[in-house]
């Protein structure tokens, strides 16, 4: 169908001239969201009336699983969430053809102090997590830097964050979860419950029940968080001081490293506390400040240094930038002009960025931007960073390390011992040789074969283009497919593979 002159003109403003839809209409009602948001928590959490609606909400999950049962079971079942809520640039397709069950579950229902755990719904955010549990001198171990990210998605999915080099992956800080099953039941499993069904539910992306609640460790939190910064000339430098600093477990709580090129970086190091030294603290969360990755980059002409950064800023010090991909949407949005007159807007919701997107933008994010998360044995970063410098040549580069203990489920170390691995985290687009198109698929495909050969992951929230049988070599299904027997979820739930392959949410 033909478009009319009207529907031009918005097309082409929203491709050519994103920037002024995003400022004069996407900040805005972004920034009214968050309010509302922020002052529905406050609200519940005041009433303490989420826990005497938890149970209510749950009868409604398991109401619907029944009516699908009474329908026949014809399609298999996923969330009704959808597909540009979520953080992903993928607008899965998968959903249209599936019984779709509405899971509103979006609060904080306890926080056990006695215990050190917070109980919550699956749809909570990190940054309605953090501004509930900051002000109490609580936090929960790893807080994955988005303010957007949920916990169902970082459990189903993963999540990982500068103090996983102590603590692992977010699903390695959970307690227990509950989940309605196949056949409606509700129930909850831990370690020492039902470990089978506590290890395989992370990585399983909903295919094994729906997840209700979970609990998860909380740690006492102090004011600040004193970070160190560490500028190196080469990349051997960068990967030997980023292993040791990785391995001082009881000197650093976080750890992170940004690749400005090849050759050079800056790894961070840092650890909590009470106090500030004078004139040394830096409000980075402040909407005139200068982007995180901007002011890192300072350092390789400064020199080392260290500064006090407010706790809660420091956990979302990438969210006002997402990371480095809002300077692609609007190129003048770190100028200081703009953060102090526009900047106490910023970030634009990404599922805002995404349901307004045109079918002509999601062609030129699919065609020619890369976003990757690859999860590495640290031994294997240098030749990590290398493949990734020949093939996409995108910069900055985030470097994370996590332990990953030899448990049960879907990943686990190759040789069977704990093993301190790094996600490699690449944002943008990538360049490549004169007179060259950028090819997606091939150099993705290119990458991920790297990646499996060198016994790594991938994070499934990116385009994956494995076939299934190179997907299941990538990931351990056996405990996987053994609960998937145990729980009759063949006719409930797709399989993984048919949720996160390139194919399943294309078409």
């Known amino acids: 169908m033909e478009l009319s002159a009207v529907d031009r003109a918005i097309e082409y403003i929203l491709i050519n001239y994103r920037w002024v839809f995003v400022c004069f209409f996407l900040l805005p009602v972004s920034l009214l969201y968050e309010i509302y948001n922020y002052g529905r928590n406050w609200i519940i959490v005041k009433l303490n009336s989420a826990p005497k609606l938890h149970d209510k909400k749950v009868k409604n999950v398991q109401k619907q699983v029944q009516n699908w049962r009474a329908s026949g079971m014809t399609v298999p079942m996923c969330t009704s969430r ?112 039902d470990p089978d069904l506590f290890y395989a539910v992370p990585w399983s992306y909903g295919t094994l029940g729906f997840l209700t609640a979970a609990v998860i460790r909380i740690i006492p939190a102090q ?75 300072t350092f390789l002409e400064e020199g080392p240094g260290y500064e006090y950064i407010p706790l809660r800023q420091y956990y979302h010090r990438h969210t006002r930038s997402l990371f480095w991909e809002v300077e692609n949407i609007i190129p003048f949005g770190n100028n200081v002009i703009f953060r102090y007159l526009l900047g106490w807007m910023m970030p634009p919701k990404v599922s805002l960025l995404k349901v307004t997107e045109t079918k002509a933008i999601t062609n030129l994010y699919e065609k020619y931007h890369i976003i990757q998360d690859l999860l590495v044995p640290v031994k294997s970063m240098k030749q990590s960073i290398l493949t990734f410098h020949d093939e996409v040549q995108v910069y900055p580069v985030w470097l994370c390390p996590f332990n990953l203990p030899n448990d049960p489920g879907m990943v686990h170390p190759a040789d069977d011992d704990e093993e301190l691995y790094v996600d490699i985290g690449v944002y943008g687009v990538p360049k490549v040789l004169k007179g060259e198109l950028y090819d997606a698929v091939n150099t993705t495909r290119l990458i991920e074969n790297f990646v499996a050969k060198v016994k790594g992951f991938q994070m499934l929230y990116a385009d994956s283009y494995r076939t299934k049988e190179e997907f299941h070599q990538m990931f351990n299904h056996a405990l996987y497919d053994k609960m998937r027997d145990r729980l009759d979820c063949k006719k409930a739930f797709p399989e993984v593979y048919d949720k996160v392959n390139k194919h399943a949410r294309s078409h």
């Open 82 to 193: 959808p597909g540009w809520k979520t953080m992903s640039l993928s607008k899965p397709k998968y959903k249209n053809k599936l019984f779709n069950v509405d899971i509103n579950l979006i609060d904080i229902l306890e926080i056990d102090a006695e215990k050190q755990t917070v109980h919550v719904e699956p749809l909570v955010t990190m940054g309605q997590l953090t501004a509930t549990l900051d002000p109490l001198g609580w936090t929960i171990p790893i807080v994955p830097e988005l303010d957007d990210l949920t916990v169902g998605g970082l459990i189903m999915g993963t999540g990982v964050e500068s103090t996983s080099h102590k603590y692992g992956l977010f699903q390695h800080i959970c307690v227990s979860y509950e989940l309605v099953l196949a056949d409606g039941s509700l129930v909850t499993c831990s370690k020492e419950s």
């Open 223 to 297: 004011k600040y968080v004193k970070l160190n910064y560490h500028p190196v000339y080469s990349l051997d430098d960068a990967v030997k001081v980023f292993e040791e600093e990785s391995l001082k477990k009881d000197k650093n709580h976080f750890v992170e490293g940004l690749m400005f090129s090849a050759d050079q970086a800056v790894i961070m190091t840092g650890d909590m506390s009470s106090t500030c030294e004078p004139g040394k603290l830096n409000e980075i969360g402040k909407w005139y400040k200068p982007w995180f990755f901007t002011h890192v980059r």
